[in-house]
């Protein structure tokens, strides 16, 4: 026999009736289960249809004495995740968001963005980091990337921040820590916060001290491509700003406010966030249980995904030493420790006699999957549409030029055998040899 009900959460349970109103509106069935099972569990044959018929069989036995979750969104399973998240970085608090983004957009928000500000990003990243920006009517200025790392050039960030720039934004790109030192100094000089796009970043340390716990706002992404993921979306943002982290979880939910008085007749009441220059009008990034769980489960096992992601990284970086005209990934030193998201490969086109277009070509010829992250942002159209000039951008990014088109790539670094690894490694100094031969 089934369970009775749970209590439902405060938007319903309105004290003790004999007519309830449920907070789920429709609940998952067994079948639901079973589908949602087959999807995480893929696979085809007698042998598996054999077990999934098993499996239907019992998820049906648990369904007889088992109840639905009386909430699907934001309750438990949120909660243990924020705090999971919060004390594997080491600060107090964080909130879970829908993803990476929308953690971009509170923290652009803090600052109150509006049209004649400046957000500085650096030239090379994903079109998210620069999104909101461009969607208030905010100005974006592109710094240049450091040749070695592809992280923003604390150099020409402090060429190119004004008192106009409200917002600074390195970009931990492959998971490898920005000079995080030189980049606050510099932002905080000129009255401007920082803001960490850690889509790559979540478990790195930048001198010994956690990704998330240095700079003003923080966010991370755990997209279904990223060292871990909340079944597929996911993001998590965190605050230094004493006014601010308070606000947090209203900040994720349109404001609502339970700390304070309801309105006449009704259950809460709706308050504006604390920007930094004025009141915020908070946004919906409300996430849900299963997305916290599915965190959750893979933070306790994160530390073995980091190690593995590392190993397989020194093997390759070793393995690459000495190679004419190859450099490999940097990992870190100093207290510097990167999450290996990519493995960085950069080359030498003279000593090669041909640039990475031609490297990456051969890669692929030789079964080598290889991608270079990301294209620079100043070239993609909606720039031109916006009335940035995509070639005078660039004369003020020599080094984004160079590397882009010139000099790296990314080669995958998890998830395979001592084999592909070899394969990888090999094909890499086949194509180097080959290229020096035909100079």
């Known amino acids: ?70 909430k699907l969104s934001l309750d438990v399973e949120v909660a243990k995740c924020e705090k999971k998240a919060a004390e594997y970085v080491g ?9 990476c983004t929308a953690g971009f957009e509170i923290a652009y928000k803090y600052v109150n963005l509006q049209p004649g500000d400046e957000v500085i990003v650096p030239a090379i990243t994903f079109i998210a980091t620069m999104a909101y920006p461009l969607s208030v009517g905010a100005k974006v200025v592109f710094c240049d990337v450091d040749p070695r790392t592809l992280n923003m050039d604390p150099d020409d960030l402090a060429k190119k921040i004004t008192n ?26 000129h009255g401007a916060l920082v803001l960490e796009d850690a889509a790559h970043g979540f478990g790195a340390k930048y001198k010994g001290r956690n990704i998330g716990a240095i700079a003003d706002f923080t966010s991370f992404s755990f997209h279904e491509v990223k060292n871990n993921t909340s079944f597929g979306e996911g993001g998590i943002l965190m605050t230094t700003v004493p006014e601010f982290k308070s606000s947090l979880r209203r900040a994720r939910f349109l404001g609502v406010d339970f700390s304070m008085p309801p309105i006449k007749d009704w259950l809460y009441n709706v308050a504006a966030l604390p920007g930094k220059y004025g009141p915020v009008v908070a946004g919906n990034a409300s996430t849900t249980e299963i997305q916290a769980l599915g965190l959750s489960l893979q933070i306790d ?15 390759v970086t070793q393995r690459l030493q000495g190679v004419p005209g190859v450099i490999p990934q940097d990992l ?18 003279a000593e090669l006699g041909g640039d990475i277009q031609v490297f990456k070509k051969k890669l692929t010829e030789r079964g080598v999957t290889n991608i270079p992250h990301f294209g620079p942002l100043y070239r993609f159209q909606i720039l031109q549409e916006l009335g940035y000039d995509a070639d005078a951008i660039a004369a003020t990014c020599p080094n984004t030029e160079e590397v882009f088109y010139h000099r790296f790539t990314h080669l995958p670094i998890y998830g395979l055998t001592e084999e592909q690894l070899d394969y990888m490694i090999q094909a890499i100094k086949e194509t180097a040899a080959e290229m020096r031969g035909s100079k």
């Open 1 to 70: 026999m089934a369970r009775a009900k749970k209590d439902s959460d405060f938007r319903y349970n309105t004290g003790e009736s004999r007519v309830p109103w449920a907070a789920v509106g429709e609940n998952y069935n067994q079948q639901d289960v079973m589908e949602v099972v087959k999807f995480l569990m893929q696979g085809d044959g007698a042998v598996y249809d054999a077990r999934v018929e098993s499996v239907r069989e019992a998820v049906s036995a648990l369904a007889e004495v088992s109840t639905p979750p009386a």
């Open 91 to 99: 600060i107090d608090d964080c909130v879970f968001l829908t993803n």
């Open 164 to 189: 106009k720039t409200k917002m600074v934004v390195p970009v931990h790109i492959g998971g490898y820590p920005c000079d995080m030192d030189r980049i606050m100094d510099i932002a905080h000089t």
């Open 301 to 315: 096992r994160y530390g073995k995904i980091l190690e593995e992601r590392a190993r397989c990284a020194r093997y």
């Open 332 to 349: 870190g030193a100093g207290g510097t420790v990167p999450t290996f998201h990519l493995y960085q490969l950069q080359i030498d086109p």
